[in-house]
């Protein structure tokens, strides 16, 4: 089992910075990849990026270019670098992982808020 703890979201201006980070703990060696996705009120969650543990990265299109996902692993944390932050960017973001044995990501966190005002 992996646990997830998310913490840094928080109310910002349109063009503005936050940093999100995730505390994990458990069964690291299990993990394949790690993630954050979003899910705005009325919409589908989504992926906004993803680490692999060879350090591939995958961003959603909306996010390219703004945001940056990056794992240390003598700290267990995973972080997302988010800025020029729009107003669409308004969503809870959750942090998750994927074990090599899953063909989902099967651990999430609680979520963070993140509110971006025009």
């Known amino acids: 089992q992996v646990q997830l703890v998310e913490s840094g979201g928080g109310l910002v201006q349109a063009g503005g910075s936050l940093r999100l980070s995730c505390a994990a703990s458990?069964?690291?060696?299990?993990?394949?990849?790690m993630g954050w996705f979003r899910q705005a009120p009325g919409k589908q969650r989504e992926s906004a990026a993803i680490?692999?543990?060879?350090?591939?990265?995958n961003y959603a299109d909306s996010v390219k270019g703004r945001f940056t996902i990056s794992r240390d692993y003598a700290k267990n944390t995973l972080y997302l670098q988010m800025n020029s932050l729009k107003p669409e960017d308004t969503a809870v973001y959750y942090c998750?992982?994927?074990?090599?044995?899953?063909?989902?990501?099967?651990?999430w966190g609680q979520g963070t808020q993140v509110t971006v005002s025009s």
């Open positions: 998750a992982a994927k074990k090599y044995d899953s063909r989902w990501f099967d651990s």
């Open positions: 458990g069964s690291m060696l299990s993990i394949n990849a």
């Open positions: 680490i692999t543990s060879g350090g591939h990265t």
